[in-house]
């Protein structure tokens, strides 16, 4: 994401967040970690839907049980 579509995300002004850089870099790391963590939410929740598709899979056959 580029500084300018954060901006605009957060309803700020480019400026504006800018000065938050200079001015309040606490606010801008808690920010970037709010992102981060974002992603990682996104991909945990896309691995956690292919560990289902495979128990389901598994678990159809009847073959072996999984708890």
Same mark, same amino acid.
């Not at 579509?5 to 800018?18: D, F, I, P, Q, R």
């Given at each position: 994401?580029?500084?300018?579509? =954060?901006? #605009?995300?957060?309803?700020?002004?480019?400026?504006?967040?800018?000065?938050? @850089? !200079?001015?309040?870099?606490? %606010?801008?790391? =808690?920010? #970037?970690?709010?992102?981060?963590?974002?992603?990682?939410?996104?991909?945990? @929740? !896309?691995?956690?839907?292919? %560990?289902?598709?495979?128990?389901?899979?598994?678990?159809?056959?009847?073959?072996?049980?999984?708890?």
């Amino acid at each position: 994401m580029t500084k300018e579509e =954060l901006a #605009n995300e957060l309803g700020v002004s480019l400026k504006t967040l800018y000065n938050w @850089e !200079k001015e309040k870099p606490g %606010l801008v790391k =808690l920010i #970037n970690l709010g992102l981060t963590m974002e992603d990682q939410i996104d991909e945990a @929740e !896309k691995h956690l839907e292919k %560990l289902k598709a495979i128990r389901d899979k598994a678990t159809s056959s009847n073959k072996f049980k999984l708890k």
